[in-house]
């Protein structure tokens, strides 16, 4: 069992000042005020009943009227402020490798290097490449995904691969420090360029490592439109085939959650409809669509947009084309990459004036450069491959660009992408019965700590 104490806490969408948060077999088991710790009785326990806790000496936690044998790790995050851990629905690569490499490895390599930076979920995204290579690579991911999942929960195959990782003790060295009421205030500066040299890759996390859990995949391709390819190769964008998307159906095993396609090519109805069929969130991306054509695609089922106004039909006042579609349709939720260089901040500005705050979703589209430089690759024509952010940069930017309440802000890379995902139950909250993955941030909202399930990311 753990608790942190004295953190102020958002949920997302509401703040606790002077809170506590308890986990116990990697869930929440209470979250509120730390001078309102209840009797503590989740459905998940496995005792009949657990009295009230009070606070024992020497700083564990015990039950009132006798001793624990095992108190409660108790971690004094005072200053700080806690959060859900962030979930990236859109996210290729970083730290020098990519989900396209097709091994485990550079699979545990990008995972891990965005959990450093509070990233605890994500849906790995493969671009269009030759049906082989797409489904490499969807086959080694749902590998890595098994592995990490039952490392969670403690089957043999994840034990041997990932041991426990040590619990001892941490000194946070937090210093001391209130909120200030403004969270705004705390961002006095752009991070969209610092000029860091990228690096060789890092090496792939070893035993005992805490890693991000995999909530399935995002296909973006093959089924595109050529002229609003972006950085996606010309040569394997391809029409749509039924045989084709079933094989990745097949072999991804009810993990393919996401699929980027472009709503005017011939087909695309039935591609839409196949995907509802399989529940599978159809996403309207890297599209010449025409405002008319991207609405009949909405009527057929498409639900998401992929990384809005880049690499699709923009703003016209004749014809508002596939991101006017997206924007004005309330069933339809959008990406953005709050990098400040896929769109400026006064686009972003106006999304937030336009669009239902639960229907953003801050992504990053990370690809090899991400933890490396803040400089995001570019194809030899010039065109933008991917960013090199992480969530933390996009929050905090988000932040300064539209002077949102953190409470705003906050569930569009936490509860939002949950709930597109089915699985606000669990994830992108801080409440009792819900994952322990959260992120302990400090007063200029930097990373500090980051707990997947419960476990402390050494």
């Not at 959990?115 to 890595?144: C, D, Q, R, Y």
């Amino acid at each position: 069992m753990i608790l942190i104490k004295n953190v102020d806490i958002y949920t997302p969408t509401r703040r606790i000042s002077n809170g506590a948060i308890l986990i116990k077999d990697g869930r929440i088991a209470y979250a509120g005020p730390l001078a309102s710790i209840p009797a503590i009785i989740p459905p998940f326990f496995k005792e009949a009943m657990i009295p009230p806790f009070s606070t024992g000496g020497r700083g564990g936690i015990t039950p009132r009227g006798r001793s624990s044998a095992s108190p409660a790790e108790v971690l004094d995050f005072k200053g700080c402020t806690a959060v859900p851990g962030f979930i990236d629905i859109h996210l290729h690569g970083g730290a020098g490798s990519d989900f396209m490499d097709g091994t485990e490895a550079a699979c545990l390599n990008v995972l891990k290097a965005h959990l450093k930076k509070g990233t605890t979920s994500a849906v790995p995204t493969l671009m269009t490449a030759a049906p082989e290579v797409i489904l490499k690579a969807i086959k080694t991911i749902n590998k890595v995904k098994t592995a990490v999942k039952g490392r969670a929960f403690g089957s043999p195959l994840a034990r041997s691969l990932y041991p426990r990782a040590s619990t001892a003790e941490v000194d946070p060295r937090a210093k001391p420090g209130a909120l200030t009421r403004d969270i705004n205030t705390r961002l006095s500066t752009a991070e969209t360029d610092p000029q860091t040299k990228p690096g060789a890759p890092t090496a792939a996390p070893a035993a005992g490592d805490v890693l991000s859990a995999v909530l399935g995949l995002h296909l973006e391709g093959p089924f595109i439109a050529k002229e609003k390819r972006g950085a996606q190769p010309e040569s394997h964008v391809r029409p749509y085939s039924a045989q084709e998307l079933g094989r990745y159906i097949k072999a991804a095993g009810k993990e393919l959650k996401i699929m980027t396609l472009a709503p005017e090519i011939f087909g695309a109805n039935s591609l839409i409809r196949s995907l509802k069929r399989h529940r599978i969130i159809a996403a309207a991306g890297h599209s010449n669509a025409s405002y008319a054509e991207a609405s009949t695609g909405i009527g057929a089922g498409l639900r998401h947009g992929t990384h809005l106004f880049n690499a699709m039909s923009g703003l016209f006042h004749r014809d508002p084309g596939l991101a006017g579609a997206l924007l004005l349709d309330d069933r339809v939720s959008v990406e953005l990459i709050a990098d400040g260089i896929h769109i400026h901040p006064a686009m972003v500005l106006l999304v937030t004036k336009i669009k239902p705050l639960d229907k953003i979703v801050l992504v990053t589209d990370a690809t090899r450069k991400a933890g490396q430089s803040r400089i995001p690759l570019r194809t030899k024509e010039g065109r933008l491959f991917g960013s090199a952010i992480t969530l933390d940069i996009a929050l905090r930017n988000m932040l300064r660009w539209t002077s949102l309440p953190m409470t705003d802000v906050l569930p569009m890379l936490t509860l939002n992408p949950a709930r597109l995902l089915g699985l606000s139950a669990r994830k992108g909250r801080i409440a009792a019965g819900a994952d322990a993955d959260l992120v302990i941030l400090d007063k200029t909202l930097k990373v500090k700590h980051v707990f997947v399930r419960g476990e402390r990311v050494s």
